[in-house]
């Protein structure tokens, strides 16, 4: 069985940062991509980033590309997403995602939605 939990979130100052954790279990990773996913309040989920299993490729969306960054630790099954410079605007549940298949030179998911989600953990930037 496929699950991701995520952790990590809470309460920071605007222009501060913090690292959210999702570990995983019951995939190889080489065979999925993993992302992260936020939705605030009265908006639609959004893909933040993504990282591919198959070859490393790591995409952004425009609006982290530069504060944000992903990573994987394969020997504890974990990625990470640094937060860096936060932003009111980033306030949102954000989500840990694994998308089933390889793919090369790209990640689909990220903005096409992915198989599996976790349950959210809160980020909140105040002004």
């Known amino acids: 069985e496929v699950q991701v939990v995520e952790s990590g979130g809470g309460l920071v100052q605007a222009g501060g940062s913090l690292r959210l954790s999702c570990v995983h279990s019951g995939f190889t990773f080489d065979d999925y991509s993993m992302g992260w996913f936020r939705q605030a309040p009265g908006k639609e989920r959004e893909g933040v980033s993504c990282?591919?299993?198959?070859?490393?490729?790591?995409y952004y969306a425009d609006s982290v590309k530069g504060r944000f960054t992903i990573s994987s630790d394969n020997a504890k099954n974990t990625i990470y997403l640094q937060m860096n410079n936060l932003k009111p605007d980033d306030t949102a549940v954000y989500y840990c995602?694994?998308?089933?298949?390889?793919?090369?030179?790209?990640?689909?998911?990220?903005?096409?939605?992915?198989?599996?989600y976790g349950k959210g953990t809160l980020v909140t930037v105040s002004s």
């Open positions: 995602a694994a998308d089933n298949g390889r793919v090369v030179g790209a990640c689909p998911g990220l903005y096409y939605g992915m198989d599996y």
């Open positions: 990282i591919s299993g198959a070859d490393g490729g790591i």
